[in-house]
Every structure is written in structure tokens, then in C-alpha cells.
């Protein structure tokens, strides 16, 4: 019987998630998983009777655990569908790419491949950086998450899927780095592309060239950032904002 579900997430999104899931099903147990090692630590019997939810988190669940989930898996990706794979704001900054959004996907073994339950689209404003981007990205997961949590916390039967389809080349931190790395040939628009989307030092990766056997590294300039995130939706989401 569905009785459970496991939220795989930070601490900040814990107990706003988790409430969200019980008021609308107030015998719902919610049982917080802030790593892949908390998952892991989940009794079989647990897993059988529980559907997971993923969101924001970079944690890739492995396929033993994704098979003994009795009411399957769903993650909460931040980016459109046709932005698969790690960092996606990175590269579509990168990109000059107009639209972005936020993706709900039924957890398979390949990452960002299984069916699409829920998208979220939105156009990019002119001038936006890759951490106002990263910002508006996490609203629409967050709208996402609202409007799918009622048939996540009621309903024992999958989501529907959407006739939508994943595309585009997945992102990976292995790309990232390699587009960190400059060639001292490189045009000037190209340069001001790559430091736009990957010169703020994220993950310990900074653009780097090498010059006649010395490397130099760009160090962005300093930003005050608060990095405390937002997971209320800017306003309810009721049938009549749909």
C-alpha cells in the first residue's frame, strides 16, 4: 500500500516539500533523505510501499534502488527538456538561448531519459546572468512541484506523461572543464560567452589559459550573492492562475 514518500533533497527544501506533500494527504509519511547514502539506508520494506521525489539535488540513484521503489521515482530537473545533464543555466547562458524552464521526469537508470510528467517553460530577459538565471529556474521547479504535489502525496498510480520528448546534448562537468579551458586563439565573442556562463568559480572549475607554459586563471569579480533559496511559489497556484 502507498503509504511513504522519500524526498531526496537539502535541508532548506525538507520541511517546506515535505508539508506541501502532507496537507494534502495528512496520513502520508515523509521521510527525509538529504544523501544517497540516507537512501540507501531506507529498509527494503519501506521502499516497496513508498514513491521517492527528487529535487534539486545532484544525487544519482542507482538502478537496485529505483527497482525496488513500489510506487516509482520522480525528479525535479532545472532545466527544459531539451537541456538534460548537469548545470543546465550554465549552458544555456552559454548558448544565448532565449527559453528555459524546469522539467519533471520519472527516474530511470540513464540520467534525465525517463518520461516527462510536467514542464514549465518561461523566456530568459534580456541581460540575464547565469545566477539570476539559476534563480528564475528554481521558481518554476518550485511552481512544479506545487502543482504536481496533490497527485504525488494521493494518487498510488503513476503521473501521466506528457507527449513531450528529451533532446539536445546532455551536460556533464567533464564539458564544463572542457569549456573552461581556452585557447589563446579564441575570438573575443566566444571568450565573453564562455566567461558569461562559466567564469563565476562554480564547483572549483575557473576558465583557465595556458601561455607559453604558464597557465593563468580567470577570477571573476566579487558579487554579493544570497545564496538562501526561495521554494514558495511567488503566488498560489490554483486552477483559475493555470
Not at 562537468?173 to 579564441?186: N, Q, S
Amino acid at each position: 500500500m502507498f503509504d511513504t514518500i522519500i524526498l531526496l533533497t537539502g535541508p532548506a527544501e525538507q520541511p517546506v516539500l515535505g508539508d506541501a506533500l502532507r496537507r494534502h494527504n495528512p496520513r502520508l509519511s515523509v521521510r527525509a533523505a538529504l544523501t544517497l547514502d540516507d537512501l540507501q539506508a531506507c529498509p527494503p520494506a519501506v521502499l516497496q510501499r513508498a514513491r521517492l521525489i527528487a529535487f534539486a539535488t545532484s544525487a544519482v540513484v542507482p538502478a537496485d534502488i529505483l527497482s525496488k521503489l513500489g510506487y516509482g521515482a520522480y525528479n525535479f530537473h532545472p532545466g527544459p527538456p531539451s537541456y538534460p545533464g548537469r548545470t543546465p543555466a550554465h549552458f544555456a547562458i552559454y548558448d544565448g538561448a532565449s527559453e528555459f524552464g524546469a522539467t519533471a521526469h520519472v527516474m530511470v537508470e540513464r540520467v534525465d531519459a525517463g518520461p516527462i510528467v510536467g514542464v514549465e517553460l518561461f523566456a530568459i530577459p534580456p541581460g540575464t546572468d547565469v545566477l539570476t538565471l539559476s534563480e528564475l529556474v528554481y521558481q518554476q521547479m518550485a511552481r512544479l512541484f506545487w502543482r504536481l504535489a496533490a497527485d504525488l502525496a494521493t494518487q498510488a498510480a503513476p503521473l501521466p506523461v506528457l507527449p513531450v520528448e528529451w533532446c539536445g546534448r546532455k551536460s556533464s562537468l567533464a564539458r564544463y572543464a572542457e569549456l573552461c579551458a581556452i585557447a589563446p586563439t579564441i575570438a573575443k565573442n566566444d571568450l565573453d560567452r564562455r566567461i558569461a556562463a562559466f567564469g563565476h568559480g562554480h564547483f572549483g572549475i575557473d576558465p583557465t589559459v595556458t601561455l607559453h607554459g604558464h597557465r593563468f586563471r580567470y577570477v571573476a569579480p566579487e558579487v554579493a550573492v544570497d545564496d538562501t533559496p526561495s521554494i514558495a511559489p511567488e503566488q498560489p497556484v490554483t486552477e483559475a492562475a493555470e
